[in-house]
């Protein structure tokens, strides 16, 4: 079993989730941010989501306020901001963070599976983690790939 099953998070009203959970799907998981240049990328995301979630896709959402304090709400306000704009149904858990000595376990293992550009750390917003149904991470793709790019990459994983 994939190391990414014995990790937990916590979800948008700060409950206990086991990654386990989503064992057999294959996942996008993506650090996300209300007031960054990319969050029209929801609407992307939302897209795949419901294109392919019946085939066994679940996209994860993860707030982050590391990058230019671009997610300053609480968990709260994160949920309304992303159902009022963008009518998400995936799961956006509760904010995190992805770099630094605070860096939640998930990040530590995403970063650690699919190494970056110069540096393993997380760049900004919106850099995406392609995961299969083993649990082991396919791909990492920057914040300006958008989810579009990156469909024919999810179809070969379901």
């Known amino acids: 079993m994939s190391e990414l099953y014995n990790i937990s998070v916590k979800d948008i009203e700060l409950n206990s989730v086991d990654l386990s959970n989503y064992q057999g799907k294959t996942l996008l998981i993506v650090n996300v941010a209300s007031k960054c240049g990319f969050t029209p990328q929801y609407k992307d995301l939302q897209s795949l989501y419901e294109k392919y979630r019946d085939q066994g896709l679940e996209v994860l959402g993860f707030p982050c306020n590391q990058f230019g304090a671009q ?5 709260a306000a994160v949920q309304e901001f992303c159902q009022l704009n963008y ?3 995936f799961p956006v858990m ?7 000595s605070g860096q939640h376990p998930l990040y530590a293992h995403l970063s650690k599976q699919a190494k970056g550009l110069i540096t393993d750390s997380i760049k900004w917003n919106f850099t995406k983690f392609l995961v299969n149904r083993d649990g082991l991470v396919i791909e990492r793709f920057a914040p300006v790939t958008k989810p579009e790019a990156i469909s024919k990459n999810i179809e070969e994983l379901l």
Not at 71 to 75: I, L, M
Not at 94 to 99: A, T
């Open 94 to 100: 509760g904010k995190i963070e992805v770099n630094g």
């Open 71 to 75: 997610e300053p709400g609480s968990n």
């Open 87 to 89: 009518g998400l149904s």
